[in-house]
């Protein structure tokens, strides 16, 4: 699976910088709401997950956020979506820092140099990497269903 530089900006290089300057928000805060149906939620629980499990965010309700995944990856409701907020870690906000995504603007716009490369570094320690398909149904446990 390849990650256009456009799809990156969009969801995980925008959100992250969200969560450092916002310090908290749900994924319509972080992504928009979304255009293009079932592509735009697939996009968006790959990013979720990928940051979610490398430990960048967690989720305000949870502590773990493998749950409110978990329930967004069964329910695609503006409700569900709307209700779980995500909240920076303190890896987040030193990545944040060392990108100066404080500071930025329009970051939706253009790829910050350095950032996919360090990122990816991050999600490939964490066995998330960008250029493998996630194992939902290990990751969330859906087997037992």
Known sequence: ????????????????????IEGDSHMYGMAGIPDNGDEWYEKSIAALTRIGLSRLMYCWEEG??????????????????GSYIFNPTEACMKLGRKFNLED???????????????????FEEHGVGLDIDLPYDKLFSLESD
Do not use: C, N
């Open 104 to 122: 930025e603007g329009e970051l939706d716009s253009r790829l910050l140099p350095g950032f996919r490369e360090e990122l990816g570094r991050i």
């Open 64 to 81: 773990d956020l493998t749950p409110a995944l978990r329930d967004m990856f069964l329910d695609r409701s503006d409700d569900k979506w």
């Open 1 to 20: 699976m390849t990650i256009s530089d456009d799809d990156f900006m969009h969801f995980y290089q925008y959100p992250i910088s969200i969560l450092v």
